[in-house]
């Protein structure tokens, strides 16, 4: 018999179990004397499992871009300089929305997924004034 639990629709804590074990609560039991893959035990693929992580360390990267990008607007709406506050605006709306308009359709790995979020992150840089690609620049480092 084996043994395992699920959480997020992954399986885990797989393990073989005596034929008269009693599961505990939210884990289940399957006849068999090999230990199968996670990936059979799971309601996501692996797939799935990659673009998830590539969309949290985007979000992640968001983050420490607002944090920056925030106090540059304050700036700039204290100085009265609209047309720079108005790009931040512009550019934190693209932010705001990179998990959603990146395009990860058809890719099947993480470093492809990667790439995909960075080349977002670069379309959104690449018409940016002067100033603000300064901005992204001092993020990188």
Known sequence: MISYSKTNGRAHDIRLVSDDYVPKPNEFVIAGEVLPSVASLSDISEVDDFKAQALAEARQARTMFFARFDGLQASANTTGNTALALEIEAVKAAMR?????????????????????????????????????????????
Request: proline share 4%; no cysteine; net charge positive.
């Open 97 to 141: 929305s990179i998990t959603t308009d990146v395009d990860l359709t058809g890719l099947t790995t993480l470093p492809q997924m990667r790439v995909a979020v960075l080349n977002r992150w670069k379309a959104i840089r690449a018409p940016l004034s002067t100033q603000l690609k300064a901005a992204f620049a001092a993020l990188d480092s």
